[in-house]
């Protein structure tokens, strides 16, 4: 191994001249009350993390296998970031262009043996009464495709959540209620099939309109 102090000092903010003009990265950084760290990211069983791995390292702080979400190998289940939140009265959101139960979004808000468990993953959700659920995977909800025939969607209606099917459903949302937007049975189209497709993907909001 070499001796990383051998190497030229740099400022982090020299590695983001991408452009001619300064990004909003380059002034954070280049503020003295900003702070900077670094996080082993790999998983348990790999150098390489998988995305429910990487992204159970952001959402519980701990490494597990890939495949995994914030769950150990021993069975142990781990206290995910928006539980914590929850338990100190944040309020919390998920907004996805992924199925609203795959492994990146879950990672910070459920705890499973495995990134397959998807039905588990909704239910979870649903438990921690997060408070904005917004991407695709209505497939996960939708008693005709659970396995277990679970109604999800009327579960999270009676728990008080406003279910948001298309894009004017999410523009008209009331700002009083918990959202379940599921609005497609997969994952949420990639821009370019919006730009391509208009008219046949109108009805799905873009990540823009869901961040807002």
């Known amino acids: 191994h070499r001796d990383l ?6 400022r982090s903010s020299d590695l983001l001249l991408t452009r001619n003009r300064p990004t ?3 002034r954070l950084l280049n503020q003295p ?16 993390p998988d995305s ?13 296998v890939n495949g995994a979400v914030n769950h150990f190998p021993d069975g142990t289940g781990l206290k995910p970031l928006c539980e914590v939140l929850g338990d100190a009265g944040w309020q919390r959101g998920l907004v996805t262009t992924t199925e609203i139960t795959h492994a990146t979004p879950a990672g910070f808000a459920a705890s499973v043996s495995s990134r397959d468990l998807a039905d588990t993953i909704a239910e979870q959700y649903l438990e921690h009464r997060l408070d904005v659920l917004l991407g695709g995977g209505s497939d996960k909800f939708d008693a005709s495709k659970r396995k277990d025939q679970r109604d999800l969607f009327a579960d999270y209606a009676q728990a008080g959540y406003s279910l948001l099917r298309t894009a004017e459903d999410l523009r008209t949302a009331p700002l009083d209620r918990r959202w379940l937007g599921t609005f497609t049975s997969g994952h949420i189209p990639f821009l370019v099939d919006h730009q391509n497709d208009a008219a046949h993907h109108k009805a799905v909001p873009r ?6």
């Open 5 to 10: 102090h051998s190497f030229p000092t740099r």
């Open 24 to 26: 909003t990265w380059r």
């Open 33 to 48: 009350e900003t702070v900077t760290g670094l996080m082993n990211m790999r998983a348990l069983n790999a150098i390489v």
């Open 52 to 64: 429910a791995a990487a992204a159970s390292k952001w959402g519980s702080g701990a490494l597990v």
């Open 207 to 212: 990540l823009a309109a869901m961040t807002k």
